[in-house]
């Protein structure tokens, strides 16, 4: 199993980014999929989800309406867009799938400062 997002990196406040988590060795298809993130000395929290067939997602309030998680299952890949990037976005991503399992990938480090 394989989980490798990439796309991070540094932008100003105001600016965006596009993660991509490109996934393989399970049945993307059958899997939710998530973007959690941490902030130096803080937890992992979760930034946004999305159901296996990508009908339904959901987003913590600290982004929402700045954020978007889609999916490709032809692709095997999961996406989150960024808009109107804040410093206080800035962390280490991380993608995530899960069913009766959950699988991680490495992380990237997205920092947004000027």
């Known amino acids: 199993v394989q989980l490798v997002e990439s796309g991070g990196g540094l932008v100003q406040p105001g600016g965006s980014l596009r993660l991509s988590c490109a996934a393989s060795?399970?049945?993307?298809?059958?899997?939710?999929m998530s973007w959690y993130r941490q902030a130096p000395g803080k937890e992992r929290e979760l930034v946004a989800a999305?159901?296996?067939?990508?009908?339904?997602?959901n987003y913590a309030d600290s982004v929402k309406g700045r954020f978007t998680i889609s999916r490709d299952n032809a692709k095997n890949t999961v996406y989150l867009q960024m808009n109107s990037l804040k410093p206080e976005d800035t962390a280490v991503y991380y993608c995530?799938?899960?069913?009766?399992?959950?699988?991680w990938g490495q992380g990237t480090q997205v920092t947004v400062s000027s």
């Open positions: 060795g399970f049945t993307f298809s059958s899997y939710s």
């Open positions: 999305i159901i296996s067939t990508g009908d339904s997602t």
């Open positions: 995530s799938a899960k069913r009766f399992l959950v699988y």
